[in-house]
């Protein structure tokens, strides 16, 4: 799969002179996870008629479980690797699956900046948008960067650095040619692992009003329609743990992105304020890299 490119506006450069300067420009060789062992035939059968449910329609019904169960923390990592180097950016937080907000600390590569001295950047998840403090590339301390995620080709799946704890969800909801891999544990939570693809016109048309406009914006923005996942469900239905496979191309060579969100801590207490409108950055990003959306 590869992500076209678009000029669609001021705020998709700021998004990827974010992440992608020497970070999509590398690309992630990232595995998933293997079948962790092999599993018994007569447990795969019964896999379609457990409490979970048949493959398909158990990790179709992820995002409306994570709904009822309100709110969890969330650690994410994005990996890319290209001609030999390997990076990964971090985040850790909390988010609430039934407003769609959320609150990410995002930790970039040591040098994927540009700096060794690059403090963490807070990304402010909200439906249709990101906010992002601590941007640096001559953004004033106490500002915020805001971007319309439906402007952007991806819909924000990739280019933040953290794919949103929703719409990571909400993908399941095209998923097709979906297996069940066996039974694994998550940090002592035992877990059905399932491994298939999610069809992102599908997952668009399927998803909640509020994600809807960002997946059509993915659906529109890849070349390839599907994108393939390893999805963790608990034994209530839970999604604990999942990984997508991107691909992405700006200049060169088209890169591999993993992006990893794990769940846990269901129905911590989750409070995201959106900043005022007097608090917003509209002022000219200093961009810094050299792909395809720089000035």
Same mark, same amino acid.
């Given at each position: 799969?590869?992500?076209?490119?678009?000029?669609?506006?001021?705020?998709?450069?700021?998004?990827?002179?974010?992440?992608?300067?020497?970070?999509?420009?590398?690309?992630?060789?990232?595995?998933?996870?293997?079948?962790?062992?092999?599993?018994?035939?007569?447990?795969?059968?019964?896999?379609?008629?457990?409490?979970?449910?048949?493959?398909?329609?158990?990790?179709?019904?992820?995002?409306?479980?994570?709904?009822?169960?309100?709110?969890?923390?969330?650690?994410?990592?994005?990996?890319?690797?290209?001609?030999?180097?390997?990076?990964?950016?971090?985040?850790?937080?909390?988010?609430?699956?039934?407003?769609?907000?959320?609150?990410?600390?995002?930790?970039?590569?040591?040098?994927?900046?540009?700096?060794?001295?690059?403090?963490?950047?807070?990304?402010?998840?909200?439906?249709?948008?990101?906010?992002?403090?601590?941007?640096?590339?001559?953004?004033?301390?106490?500002?915020?960067?805001?971007?319309?995620?439906?402007?952007?080709?991806?819909?924000?799946?990739?280019?933040?650095?953290?794919?949103?704890?929703?719409?990571?969800?909400?993908?399941?909801?095209?998923?097709?040619?979906?297996?069940?891999?066996?039974?694994? *544990?998550?940090?002592?939570?035992? %877990? &059905? +692992?399932?491994? #298939?693809?999610?069809?992102? $016109?599908? /997952? @668009?048309?399927?998803? !909640?009003?509020?994600?809807?406009?960002?997946?059509?914006?993915?659906?529109?923005?890849?070349?390839?329609?599907?994108?393939?996942?390893?999805?963790?469900?608990?034994? *209530?239905?839970?999604?604990?743990? %999942? &990984? +997508?496979?991107? #691909?992405?191309?700006?200049? $060169?060579? /088209? @890169?591999?992105?993993? !992006?990893?969100?794990?769940?846990?801590?269901?129905?911590?207490?989750?409070?995201?304020?959106?900043?005022?409108?007097?608090?917003?950055?509209?002022?000219?990003?200093?961009?810094?890299?050299?792909?395809?959306?720089?000035?």
């Amino acid at each position: 799969m590869v992500v076209r490119q678009h000029g669609r506006g001021g705020g998709a450069p700021a998004v990827c002179a974010l992440v992608l300067a020497g970070v999509m420009a590398a690309g992630t060789g990232c595995s998933g996870d293997g079948a962790g062992g092999p599993a018994a035939a007569g447990e795969r059968a019964a896999a379609g008629k457990n409490a979970v449910g048949a493959p398909a329609s158990a990790v179709r019904r992820a995002a409306d479980a994570l709904a009822g169960a309100g709110t969890a923390e969330a650690v994410t990592s994005m990996e890319t690797a290209a001609g030999g180097t390997r990076v990964t950016i971090r985040g850790q937080g909390t988010y609430d699956f039934r407003r769609q907000l959320g609150r990410i600390r995002v930790v970039l590569p040591k040098d994927a900046a540009g700096s060794d001295g690059h403090r963490p950047i807070t990304e402010l998840l909200a439906p249709g948008a990101l906010y992002m403090k601590n941007r640096g590339a001559g953004v004033p301390d106490d500002k915020w960067v805001r971007i319309d995620t439906r402007a952007l080709a991806d819909g924000n799946l990739v280019t933040g650095g953290v794919t949103d704890p929703m719409a990571a969800a909400e993908l399941l909801r095209g998923a097709v040619k979906v297996v069940y891999v066996g039974r694994t *544990e998550l940090a002592g939570v035992p %877990v &059905r +692992h399932y491994r #298939g693809h999610s069809d992102l $016109g599908r /997952a @668009a048309l399927a998803a !909640s009003p509020s994600s809807r406009g960002a997946l059509a914006a993915a659906a529109k923005g890849f070349h390839a329609d599907t994108v393939s996942f390893d999805a963790y469900l608990d034994d *209530e239905g839970l999604l604990r743990k %999942v &990984r +997508h496979r991107f #691909g992405f191309a700006a200049r $060169g060579p /088209a @890169a591999a992105v993993v !992006s990893t969100t794990l769940l846990h801590g269901f129905g911590v207490p989750v409070t995201v304020e959106l900043p005022p409108g007097d608090d917003i950055y509209t002022g000219r990003i200093r961009q810094g890299w050299t792909g395809p959306e720089s000035p």
